[in-house]
């Protein structure tokens, strides 16, 4: 049997994850904690002045909703991609990226620079029709148009 992703590929394989997960989340989520960097080292939190109690914002650490990111992801990513496209990156990027193609191949596991960046996109992508403005993506958003 054979399926068409041609339209909707990632709604139709969140659509899947979300069919998996019946069980509804012990705690209502709550907006992120404000957050502020003051240099790429060290990190400080701003304290809301209410002080009310945050949701952790690892909130896709239990052991289902890392396999349902997993299977999300690899599905998009097994699919050959066909639409060529253009990125920039700094040099670091590039060279963590290679550094990371270049030490799982030491381990036996091929990969290359574009299907890590592909797995990075699509998680980016499920995450954030997942958990919306607590996902990874708006947060850093909000930080970089703060």
Request: proline share 4%; net charge positive; no cysteine.
């Amino acid at each position: 049997m054979t399926e068409d992703y041609s339209l909707g590929t990632y709604s139709k394989l969140a659509e899947t994850a979300e069919k998996k997960q019946q069980t509804p989340p012990s705690a209502p989520v709550a907006q992120p904690r404000t957050q502020k960097m003051n240099d790429e080292l060290n990190k400080t939190t701003t304290i809301p002045s209410n002080r009310d109690t945050v949701v952790s914002r690892h909130h896709a650490t239990s052991p289902d909703n890392d396999a349902d990111s997993i299977e999300v992801v690899r599905k998009a990513v097994k699919l050959l991609g066909e639409k060529a496209a253009t990125h920039r990156f700094t040099a670091d990027e590039k060279d963590a990226i290679a550094d990371i193609v270049y030490a799982l191949r030491k381990k036996g596991i091929t990969t290359s620079e574009n299907e890590i960046t592909r797995i990075a996109i699509n998680y980016l992508v499920w995450d954030y029709r997942q958990s919306k403005q607590a996902s990874i993506l708006a947060r850093v958003l909000e930080r970089l148009n703060a």
